[in-house]
């Protein structure tokens, strides 16, 4: 019984063992299943963690390709592709050569170029000082300020300037003389009293052709006419009749235009006289309408008149009022308001007024008025195409100024001899 048992219990034993040993191998062939399932789940991830390596790889190369490529857009932006309005406010601000020099780098840089290319000086603002000899001139294209003394100016009164000559007049002596500032050429003329006078000449005293004139008052139906040219010894005066009243004063604006003195009376009534023929008419032309509140304290002292390519244009302008500018239509006899001045700049002094083409692209289609502002850095302007002053709410009262105080006048060809 006892070695069958123990043979049972061997076998038990065995088959106890056996069963232990299965179920190890069961759970060994589990444990080996589940090894197997892992490392498929790892190469899984794996191929998973290298295509996302791959691809923020291929990101960022593409991220870096783009800022390459921008930044070599705007290196080709900075040089030929820049805005136009950019590309004008540049080359309206330098000089001639410099314009032409910017125009040969690329097609756009020339078309800009050409558009604002400046091929005309803008006049000076001459400022006759109250005391002492020395004289400041305004450039309003640079807003730069030039000195020159000028002692051969002592006790003169400037009349007006053309050609970049003035005509000047002495009331202590009577002496009447015209004077170069930028070349110190004097040429004098016969005394003659110019108290209450206007006075203007045809063209620079070096020509043949050159006629100082001047018209006085001497009742409703009659004036005065007085003329001189370099050389002569003597005043020429002729009384005329008029047609119709004109009132001849120190606030009349006189202009040569064609071999014609064009004079605008103090009312706004125009009077010719003819050079070749010396013969006076006051023209049966109504006065351009003047502006609103224009009638007011020295009124007269906001009127202006000058010639462009042989037309008359006279401007009109009161306090904040937008100025008015006419053209006078010859051939039909009357005024025509202009509305834009297809890019030409007007220059406008009490004593005598210019008009310029070709200035930089931001002075075309305005008018530049005699007050300078902001401590002489610039000049009262307005434009035709914003319809507004500059600098903002910088209209000018033209009463409180002094009519003698500054003119416009040509600069010189070469700032270097006197500068």
């Known amino acids: 019984m006892m070695h069958v048992q123990a043979a049972e219990n061997g076998n038990v034993e065995y088959a106890g063992n056996y069963n232990i040993e299965a179920t190890g191998a069961d759970n060994a062939a589990e444990n080996n299943d589940g090894n197997v399932t892992t490392a498929a789940e790892g190469n899984a991830a794996a191929e998973e963690h290298i295509e996302i390596c791959r691809l923020s790889a291929r990101v960022a190369d593409d991220k870096r390709r783009t800022r390459m490529n921008k930044k070599a857009m705007l290196e080709k932006q900075t040089w030929s592709d820049l805005p136009l309005e950019l590309l004008h406010l540049i080359f309206c601000r330098l000089s001639l050569e410099d314009n032409i020099r910017s125009s040969i780098a690329c097609k756009r840089w020339n078309t800009a170029a050409i558009s604002v290319r400046v091929v005309n000086q803008s006049p000076w603002l001459m400022y006759f000082p109250k005391f002492g000899n020395m004289y400041e001139f305004y450039d ?238 610039r000049c009262i302007s307005y434009s035709l195409d914003d319809c507004r002053y500059y600098p903002r709410k910088q209209c000018h009262d033209w009463g409180e100024q002094d009519p003698f105080e500054n003119i416009w006048i040509e600069p010189p060809e070469d700032l270097s001899s006197f500068i």
């Open 140 to 377: 309003p294209a640079q807003r730069k300020t030039y000195s020159l003394e000028l002692p051969e100016l002592y006790g003169s009164r400037v009349c007006y300037t053309k050609d970049g000559w003035l005509l000047l007049y002495r009331p202590r002596t009577n002496r009447v003389f015209f004077f170069n500032p930028f070349s110190r050429e004097v040429v004098k003329l016969p005394r003659f009293e110019l108290t209450y006078q206007i006075v203007a000449f045809s063209c620079a005293p070096a020509f043949n052709t050159c006629v100082v004139f001047t018209v006085r008052h001497i009742s409703p139906t009659i004036v005065a006419i007085s003329t001189c040219h370099p050389g002569a010894t003597e005043w020429v005066t002729v009384n005329y009749q008029n047609r119709l009243p004109f009132v001849s004063s120190i606030w009349n604006k006189i202009v040569c235009c064609n071999g014609f003195f064009f004079c605008l009376s103090l009312t706004g009534w125009l009077g010719v006289f003819d050079l070749l023929d010396r013969t006076w008419n006051v023209l049966s032309l109504p006065p351009p309408k003047c502006p609103e509140n224009f009638f007011e304290k020295n009124w007269w002292k906001g009127k202006f008149m000058l010639e462009h390519n042989g037309d008359i244009l006279v401007i009109y302008t009161c306090s904040s009022e937008s100025p008015i500018i006419y053209k006078l239509h010859r051939s039909n006899m009357f005024w025509q308001e202009m509305k834009t001045l297809d890019g030409m700049t007007l220059f406008a002094s009490f004593l005598s007024s210019h008009s310029r083409t070709d200035l930089p692209g931001m002075m075309r289609n305005s008018v530049y008025f005699s007050k300078v502002r902001f401590f002489g850095k």
